[in-house]
């Protein structure tokens, strides 16, 4: 609730703060994915999103605090797992390490409903409790790992390999004793995805599903194995190199020499983890969570190769569990970086360093971090880094000194949320014109997601976002046909924007472009389009124009 009140709900920009809660305001109001509305994912997070909205009370602050809520129980599973403890075994040293963890996992990124978000939730529910209850013979809360495993694949294809991953679990503990129930679990773990295809299999959408989610652009991650990701990081990830090969190589060594440079080794390689998380300045997507993810590779290949001379080779899968969760989360087309893990990412490391000075596991290192004194400055620092650092580079937005006015002046559904005067003059530019020219459909084009369930609007269109990534399989198609199935049918009201994102961004949004400015704004072509489909009575509504027709 901390960071939901004094970080999460200043800033906004009518992007992606909004795109998936019109999605979910799309399934209330019983429309199904894909086939009366477009997705290059499935839909799995619009469908476990409807909580925001029907909540009591408003629902985009209900959506901060619900996001929030997901990376720091994320952030708590994730270690549980590879520190390979249970939550009343964390001490008081391992709970502030999991804090100043789910921090910095949340770096700058704007709290929102999100399918990455969901994604990790989901993944790391279901791995902590696949693990958890095979270790301790609990079969509800295995279950429940499976389940999990399954709903996160319904958020983002890029998750898929997490459910193999968990079939594959599934199948070892089938080896080692759970043959009676191996049919019952196989089902529990694709129930998720099984239910989803079925509800849009019967509304008669799977072609359309299929089309739509095979259709958008394929990445790998490619990003990850960028030279440039490590600018202006290299240095610190050789010396990390160097500093964790020391430590984990005198472990093995009994002499006084030997633990004295292990120590060193182990504070220098430390140091370097911490310089990078400064560096990177919590930035979005930023390099810095791409060189701890290849810290995290080298610390357990150390960790591998330390067992390996005492005559003990083995691979922990819980400590290989989190770099492919990163990899997983970091398949995006505009969020190719690991940086929600971030933090997760950074207290792992630090449990494998320790634990080659310290004489323990990496299983239990994670409640002998730092000392008691260290763990309060750990929070209170990475605390104040946090606010100090989105106080000045809030999501699309101005300095927080600049966020003076309150979006709750304009709809109830986001009393609280804090942005600039001109945000808001936007967003009240959009409420006057509907109120000004009331129609049974309304959309607000290309960038204003967030205004249909805020003011309780019907979109006609069958996408929220017309990014040009978005635009998979036939949805030009799909887009015009509805503008001139629109114009017979009338009562429609069609805007668009005289301002850009980026100039909302820049805090401009008060000046307005010309009405005949639709072209320069239209990179994919779809607005003209729509336009020249359109031939109701055409609109000036200050910064917005439009196309309006009254029902028949």
């Known amino acids: 609730m901390w960071v939901a009140f004094f970080v999460e709900r200043f800033g906004f920009n009518p992007t992606d703060q909004g795109f998936v809660l019109a999605q979910s305001w799309r399934v209330l109001q019983g429309e199904i994915p894909h086939r009366d509305f477009i997705s290059a994912r499935p839909l799995g997070s619009a469908f476990f999103h409807v909580v925001d909205i029907v909540l009591p009370g408003p629902s985009y602050p209900a959506s901060v605090v619900i996001a929030t809520l997901q990376m720091m129980a994320a952030t708590v599973w994730l270690a549980l797992l590879t520190l390979r403890v249970k939550l009343d075994s964390l001490r008081f040293c391992g709970s502030v390490g999991v804090v100043v963890a789910a921090l910095v996992n949340i770096h700058l990124f704007p709290m929102n409903a ?59 503990e089938h ?6 129930r191996l049919l019952l679990d196989l089902a529990i773990l694709a129930a998720c995805p099984a239910l989803y295809a ?35 990081f290299g240095i610190y990830l050789v010396v990390f190199l160097v500093a964790c090969a020391v430590a984990a190589w005198t472990s093995t060594h009994g002499s006084v020499w030997a633990t004295i ?35 995290l590779v080298l610390a357990i290949a150390f960790e591998f190769l330390k067992s390996a001379i005492r005559g003990r080779a083995r691979v922990q899968w819980r400590l290989l569990a989190l ?26 490391i630090a449990a494998i360093v320790v634990s080659f000075v310290s004489g323990d596991s990496v299983d239990a290192g994670g409640s002998r971090l730092v000392g008691v004194a260290a763990s309060v400055v750990g929070v209170l620092l990475s605390g104040s880094f946090l606010v100090a650092k989105q106080s000045v580079d809030a999501y699309r937005d101005q300095p927080r000194e600049l966020l003076t006015a309150s979006l709750g002046s304009v709809t109830a559904e986001m009393r609280g949320i804090r942005t600039t005067p001109a945000t808001v003059a936007y967003l009240a530019d ?11 459909k309304v959309a607000v084009l290309p960038d204003n997601a967030v205004v249909y369930p805020a003011l309780n609007l019907t979109n006609p269109f069958p996408i929220d976002w017309m990014l040009p990534m978005e635009l998979v399989a036939d949805t030009r198609d799909r887009i015009l046909d509805t ?42 072509g779809l607005l ?25």
Request: contains cysteine; proline residues 3%.
């Open 114 to 172: 999100w399918h990455t978000i969901d994604g990790i939730f989901f993944v790391a529910l279901g791995w902590w409790a696949l693990d958890r209850g095979a270790r301790g013979s609990s079969t509800w809360l295995f279950r429940l790992g499976l389940l999990a495993l399954g709903a996160a694949t319904t958020t983002k294809q890029s998750f898929a390999p997490a459910l193999v991953a968990g079939l594959i679990f599934l199948l070892i």
């Open 175 to 180: 080896r080692r004793g759970r043959r009676d």
């Open 198 to 232: 079925i509800v849009v299999g019967a509304a008669n959408g799977g072609a359309q599903a299929l089309d739509q989610l095979t259709g958008g652009a394929g990445t790998v991650g490619d990003r990850l194995l960028s030279a440039e990701s490590a600018e202006g």
């Open 261 to 295: 440079m292990g120590r060193c080794g182990a504070a220098a390689s430390l140091m370097c983890v911490l310089a990078v998380v400064v560096r990177g300045g919590l930035s979005r997507a930023g390099d810095w969570g791409i060189v701890l993810l290849w810290m």
């Open 323 to 348: 770099p492919f969760l990163a990899w997983m989360s970091s398949l995006s087309w505009g969020y190719d970086s690991p940086t929600l893990l971030g933090g997760s990412m950074a207290l792992s």
């Open 430 to 440: 959009i409420d006057r014109c509907v109120r000004t020219y009331p129609a049974r």
């Open 483 to 524: 503008a001139t199935e629109m114009d017979s049918m009338g009562s429609y009201l069609v805007l668009f924007a005289g301002v850009t994102p980026e100039q909302l961004a820049e805090g401009d949004g008060a000046r307005g472009i010309d009405a005949g400015a639709v072209g320069p704004q239209d990179p994919t």
């Open 528 to 552: 003209g389009a729509i336009d020249s489909a359109l031939n109701g009575s055409r609109i000036t509504c200050g910064t917005f124009t439009g196309i309006w027709k009254e029902g028949v």
